[in-house]
């Protein structure tokens, strides 16, 4: 019997192996430091015929992994190889020869590209920032002046020099709130987590983010969000990238996938 445990045990473990090798998650050593990361997902390498590398932006890296894992269970033998960071190294990246299947953003992003993509950009999926509070909403936020100078509440936005904490920005502003959050991080996690248990009244995020705790908080609605549309610009057409830039536009699948991820398709506007 004890054999018998042991070997079960050592095939688990090169199960395991074998997975992490197919699935795993490498970050590039850019010259330069530079904030890129790369993840690899399927056994393809780079030129491949049944591989797709596309550039994205850091946010997207959750809705990424699910989105392009959904697609592999419709299409075995596809693999996909990430490149997420700012936008302005992917625009640089591409000026420099280093051309990706696709790259996806937002539509101003896309727009400081060099290089023309093979056709006319089309529609991934779009975010939007959210207020949110703790369910129940103990402390009765029900508009950003709760952001304010003068607010009793605790508050929380991300930090400028990233892109939540940029939408952020923008949201405030528009609302004429001269904000003075209690919290300000680099830190999505910490901003999720101190809503859901309550250490924060209440934070702005997109909705994406939000989406690991939605059974824990709720959104109240407030005029003027920021919407952020996310477009897909093939630069290498053929093969299976075009099969993923239909499935994504098309499939039920893909569809269920990015609301599951935070997101919404075209369809859902």
């Not at 727009?111 to 703790?134: E, M």
């Not at 990233?162 to 904000?179: E, H, K, T, Y």
């Not at 309550?198 to 939605?214: K, M, N, Q, T, Y």
Request: glycine share 8%; net charge positive; proline share 7%.
């Amino acid at each position: 019997m004890r054999r018998v445990v042991v070997i079960a045990v050592c095939a688990v473990l090169v199960l395991i192996l074998l997975v992490g090798v197919g699935y795993g998650i490498r970050r590039v050593l850019d010259r330069g430091g530079s904030n890129v990361v790369t993840r690899t997902l399927g056994q393809g390498q780079a030129g491949d015929p049944n591989t797709i590398s596309i550039y994205a932006p850091s946010q997207l890296s959750k809705p990424l992994e699910r989105i392009t894992t959904a697609f592999q269970q419709e299409h075995p033998g596809t693999t996909f190889q990430f490149t997420l960071g700012p936008a302005s190294e992917l625009a640089k990246r591409i000026q420099e020869g280093q051309i990706p299947s696709i790259y996806i953003d937002s539509a101003d992003s896309l727009q400081t590209v060099k290089a023309r993509p093979t056709a006319p950009p089309v529609t991934f999926g779009y975010d939007w920032v959210q207020l949110a509070v703790r369910r129940g909403n103990p402390k009765q936020v029900r508009n950003l002046d709760a952001f304010g100078p003068n607010s009793a509440i605790t508050t929380g936005t991300c930090a400028p020099d990233i892109f939540c904490g940029q939408a952020d920005g923008r949201v405030l502003q528009s609302a004429g709130v001269n904000a003075a959050p209690k919290v300000v991080t680099s830190n999505v996690t910490e901003l999720t987590t101190g809503v859901a248990n309550g250490s924060i009244d209440a934070v702005l995020l997109p909705r994406s983010d939000l989406r690991a705790v939605i059974t824990l908080i709720e959104t109240p609605p407030f005029p003027n969000t920021y919407r952020i549309d996310y477009q897909m610009a093939q630069f290498q057409g053929g093969g299976p990238a075009d099969q993923f830039v239909q499935w994504v536009q098309t499939a039920p699948t893909a569809r269920q996938t990015l609301r599951f991820a935070g997101l919404l398709s075209y369809y859902d506007q």
